[in-house]
């Protein structure tokens, strides 16, 4: 019997070296510098960007959670799906920025760190390197994807220096069909409306993590997308999957 594309998705979702073989695969469909900056127990860090392409530039990554494999399939397919457009836009992925944990199944990399509470280390050689890949480099937005352990829905995190003009709200509307908003009212001690939790001014939180790194120095808008990781990988990663899709259409104003 062959297996169906559902279970081989979850069977290589760790599955690391099978992971950059496709993004590598990308690449080349889409006509992308690809290079590793830096390494990660043992497996390298890729860096895909377009330098060429006149335009706004988008930054994405996933993955800085070792075990958030949903968002990591999510960019992935996503990417697979959408060469023909990363041709012709300026970007900037970081498709799986903590391999090691995502090898070990872990939130933490083989250091036992928590990645994304350390952009605020210019020292440390995962940052250092994040650093140099996009020095001088701004973005249209930011978008980081995630998952939540304590989640009972999707929802996003919005950093925009225009409150005039909010766009969480309309990007969650074309993955409810997926999976439903989150209901909590209060996310991490942050009030959320119907899934979105909205800040101009950076909040007061442990570390640096990458979307408030980004946000003022790299770009006026971020945008950070939970799915919760109790759900099917498979609806977790196509969720992802809507959310890019709905991102890029809005923001080049499709």
């Known amino acids: 019997m062959k297996a169906s594309p559902g279970y081989l998705a979850a069977h290589r979702c760790h599955d690391v070296p099978h992971l950059l073989r496709r993004w590598q695969a990308v690449a080349r469909a889409a006509r992308l510098e690809c290079h590793p900056v830096c390494e990660s127990g043992g497996h390298p860090v890729l860096f895909l960007h377009r330098a060429d392409a006149p335009g706004a530039r988008f930054y994405l990554s996933a993955g800085v959670h070792g075990d958030e494999p949903g968002a990591v399939m999510g960019l992935l397919e996503w990417a697979e799906a959408s060469t023909s457009l990363l041709r012709r836009i300026p970007v900037a992925i970081f498709p799986l920025f903590n391999p090691a944990g995502l090898a070990l199944n872990t ?24 650093r140099s890949a996009i020095r001088g480099m701004t973005f249209t937005a930011g978008i980081c994807l995630h998952e939540d352990y304590d989640a009972q829905g999707i929802y996003c995190y919005e950093l925009n220096k225009d409150a005039r003009r909010p766009v969480a709200h309309t990007l969650l509307s074309p993955c409810e069909s997926i999976i439903p ?67 890029l259409h809005h923001l080049l104003g499709g």
């Open 107 to 130: 939130r933490t990399d083989h250091r036992h760190t928590d990645l994304n509470r350390c952009f605020h280390l210019p020292r440390h050689p995962h940052i250092r390197a994040w």
């Open 181 to 247: 908003r989150e209901p909590r009212r209060l996310i991490d001690g942050r009030r959320a409306t119907a899934g979105v939790i909205r800040r101009r001014r950076v909040p007061d939180v442990p570390g640096l993590p990458e979307a408030i790194a980004l946000y003022g120095t790299h770009t006026p808008l971020t945008l950070t997308f939970e799915t919760p990781s109790e759900f099917s990988l498979h609806d977790r990663a196509r969720a992802h999957h809507a959310f890019l899709n709905a991102a």
